[in-house]
């Protein structure tokens, strides 16, 4: 499986980015999708993730402001991020896996990786 994360930017407080990641190389529809980011000095930690169409988890952090969707058709999930502020910063990776998990470790296959700056 292949990843493609794109979307990230320099974005005020405030405001809203949508992430987008694209998977090929395998059926996608049966996978766990996640996203997870890393701040600069700190360890990765899990932001949302979604099982087939609906079912999903979204950490407490961004609870309520971010939202995690996916379209089967075109392999794609994304991530939607409204009244971002400075602790949002840093590189959001999305990951596929086979089970449902919020551990990074459970996921097999990653994406590169895309920046995310909210200036306060």
């Known amino acids: 499986v292949q990843l493609q994360a794109s979307g990230g930017g320099l974005v005020q407080a405030g405001g809203s980015l949508r992430l987008s990641c694209v998977a090929s190389g395998r059926t996608f529809v049966s996978y766990t999708m996640g996203w997870f980011r890393q701040a600069p000095g700190k360890e990765r930690e899990f932001v949302a993730a979604?099982?087939?169409?609906?079912?999903?988890n979204t950490a407490d952090s961004v609870k309520g402001r971010f939202t995690i969707s996916r379209d089967n058709a075109w392999n794609t999930v994304y991530l939607q991020m409204n009244s971002l502020t400075p602790e949002d910063t840093g590189v959001y990776y999305c990951?596929?896996?086979?089970?449902?998990?919020?551990?990074?470790?459970?996921?097999?296959?990653w994406g590169q990786g895309t920046l995310v700056t909210v200036s306060s």
């Open positions: 979604i099982r087939r169409k609906d079912f999903t």
């Open positions: 990951a596929c896996g086979a089970n449902w998990s919020t551990r990074s470790t459970r996921y097999e296959y």
